[in-house]
């Protein structure tokens, strides 16, 4: 199992910002964040493929940006005009070199938006 480290969560008014970091203790294919919130499906937020790729989901376009640091393992999501809509828990996802790669996910952080 691989640990992936998250952080950046928090309580933050609309149209505000949050930073959030995963960093995984090994060299990962792609790392990104997913999102679920309450009565709603896990959806893509960003990936960040090591290359230097990026994917957003359609929710989020235009307002999140994921970035990579390659050295460090870890990817970062900035998020800006957020929204109450935004609110639900963060998760990361990893998924190792290899055909298939193994997939892994870290524990979650909320990010909770109020008006």
């Known amino acids: 199992q691989v640990p992936l480290v998250e952080s950046g969560g928090g309580l933050v008014q609309a149209g505000g910002s949050l930073k959030l970091s995963c960093a995984a203790s090994n060299s990962m294919f792609s790392m990104g964040w997913y999102r679920q919130a309450p009565g709603k499906q896990r959806e893509l937020v960003a990936t960040?493929?090591?290359?230097?790729?990026?994917q957003y989901g359609d929710s989020v376009y235009g307002r999140l940006t994921i970035t990579g640091d390659n050295a460090k393992n870890t990817v970062y999501l900035q998020m800006n005009s957020l929204k109450p809509e935004d609110t639900a828990v963060y998760y990361c996802?990893?998924?190792?070199?290899?055909?298939?790669?193994?997939?892994?996910w870290g524990q979650g952080t909320q990010v909770t938006v109020v008006s």
């Open positions: 960040f493929i090591r290359g230097g790729t990026t």
């Open positions: 996802r990893a998924s190792s070199w290899g055909v298939p790669g193994r997939v892994y």
